[in-house]
């Protein structure tokens, strides 16, 4: 196939994007894309939020200047962490086969992208939760630690009501890059908004469908972001 | 009330070796205010840090009220430090937390019922005339505010000591005066023994009892404020007789006219 033709099939293509009834035609599939996409997420994100906050505390507690300094498995947790995050998604996604059989029985379908999405966001996630509490410098915790709190009461009583506004941005951030990822989910056949675009609109040439999909991710992520920054504010009473 | 024997604090090790605090014996008496002074990196900080253990000396022994805190589990040390407040240059307060939570946290890390921490806290703030900013935020209020709600989160655990780690650096001058007054009001009223960390002599003039010079890690001398009352009456050290002269001279070159003249002319 040559250069032109895919010009060419692109503006065939575009010609019948601004049919009303095929996008009507397409209703029913654009609102299960928009729900796959949506469990993807509400999946992925709690799980990442739940399981990446302790991983996170723990990085920066073992860190060398941390609460509870053990520097050498600090460096072997932080190797590792580096290790899932620096994995190109797509590679992750099919390098973690076996895994997300053993977990969701199936390797296929909305489910089975779900896996690999949380072993993404986890380490992402717990690199947010380091850094938003390593930057609260040390005048908290010295302050605590005088009024003689216990490693446990700093964490949950003074860097994590510290930390908060961060980290609500922070999961603003993981929700908008994670609903960018969930694109790639069509290669399991996990579905989604994004892998709906990349089927009609890329590999099918229905450019118009494809630019109502786009639209549809971008209000998303417009949606997201909205609500993020506001309680991000709400939150900071700095 | 506070007693330390031959405490040493190093940091680092090998070439990088410092010490901070050389060999320091100290006996600050219950109810007294006592000062600490010393130029930027005498120690004094540092010296401080070692009564609560915030900074654990490298050999010494620290004892307050009569317990050794250098011989506590973490635990047991966690216990006593309820009973020593301290605060601090930039306040260290929770930006995300109101004055009064600030003040109950305080209480929540002692184990106070909740019921009773909301009332204790008030009354804490009622002693530095802040009841009403209880559910401010510390950033709507000044530096001096901020200072005054932690000397309240300090003292609503009731301690026999508290620490205070350059209280009024932070704060313009007329803000000092009212901190150092609250302290020294504080000091009166409830018999807290106070040490009181700074470079500025005027602080120690205005509060303390009692004060020690440090230099270089060391405590180069001791003296009762009330001596400085007899006009005889000079320090030992050049550093001690530095700091109490505490103004400010400089070598200033006469004007040279000429050029003043010149640059005018140019502008």
Request: with cysteine; net charge neutral.
């Amino acid at each position: 196939m040559n250069f032109t033709s895919v010009v060419l099939a692109t503006s065939n293509g575009s010609a019948a994007a601004f049919s009303l009834d095929r996008i009507i035609e397409l209703a029913p599939e654009i609102w299960v894309a928009m729900a796959q996409t949506f469990a993807m997420l509400l999946v992925a994100i709690p799980i990442a939020i739940l399981l990446g906050t302790p991983l996170g505390i723990w990085l920066y507690s073992m860190s060398p200047n941390g609460l509870r300094p053990r520097p050498k498995l600090h460096r072997v947790v932080d190797g590792l962490v580096n290790t899932i995050r620096s994995f190109p998604f797509l590679i992750l996604l099919i390098a973690i086969i076996p895994f997300t059989r053993f977990v969701v029985g199936t390797t296929i379908g909305t489910a089975a992208v779900i896996v690999p999405l949380t072993i993404n966001a986890i380490p992402y996630f717990a690199r947010f939760v380091e850094q938003n509490i390593s930057q609260l410098g040390n005048g908290v915790v010295e302050a605590a630690q005088a009024m003689g709190a216990t490693r446990g009461q700093i964490i949950r009583e003074v860097l994590l009501v510290e930390a908060k506004p961060a980290l609500l941005s922070s999961i603003t951030i993981m929700t908008v890059s994670f609903i960018s990822y969930s694109a790639m989910a069509g290669l399991v056949g996990g579905g989604g908004i994004g892998d709906f675009a990349i089927r009609y609109g890329y590999y099918r040439y229905e450019t118009g469908v494809m630019l109502l999909a786009i639209v549809l991710m971008i209000l998303l992520v417009h949606a997201v972001q909205f609500i993020g920054t506001r309680l991000s504010r709400a939150a900071d009473k700095r | 009330m506070i007693r330390l024997e031959n405490v040493t604090t190093t940091f680092g090790k090998g070439q990088e070796l410092f010490t901070a605090v050389k060999d320091v014996t100290l006996d600050i008496q219950a109810g007294s205010i006592h000062g600490i002074i010393g130029f930027s990196g005498a120690g004094k900080s540092t010296l401080l840090r070692n009564i609560n253990l915030l900074q654990r000396p490298t050999s010494g022994q620290v004892f307050v009220d009569g317990v050794e805190l250098t011989g506590l589990s973490e635990g047991d040390l966690r216990k006593q430090r309820h009973d020593i407040g301290m605060i601090f240059q930039h306040f260290n307060l929770l930006n995300n937390r109101t004055a009064q939570q600030n003040v109950e946290l305080n209480l929540k890390f002692a184990g106070v019922p909740k019921k009773e921490r909301r009332e204790r806290a008030l009354e804490a703030l009622s002693i530095v005339d802040l009841a009403d900013k209880a559910s401010a935020y510390p950033g709507q209020l000044s530096g001096g505010q901020k200072q005054r709600i932690s000397i309240a989160r300090a003292l609503v655990t009731e301690p026999k000591v508290l620490l205070c780690d350059e209280p009024t650096s932070a704060v313009d001058p007329r803000t000092t005066t009212s901190v150092l007054q609250y302290l020294s009001d504080i000091n009166a009223s409830l018999g807290i023994t106070t040490v009181i960390v700074t470079h500025e002599m005027n602080v120690i003039k205005a509060i303390a009892d009692k004060v020690s010079v440090m230099e270089d890690g060391a405590v180069v001398e001791e003296f009762a404020l009330t001596s400085l009352q007899d006009p005889s009456f000079e320090p030992i050290t050049p550093i001690g007789r530095y700091l109490i002269s505490d103004d400010i001279t400089l070598n200033r070159q006469p004007k040279q006219a000429n050029n003043l003249a010149a640059n005018v002319a140019r502008v």
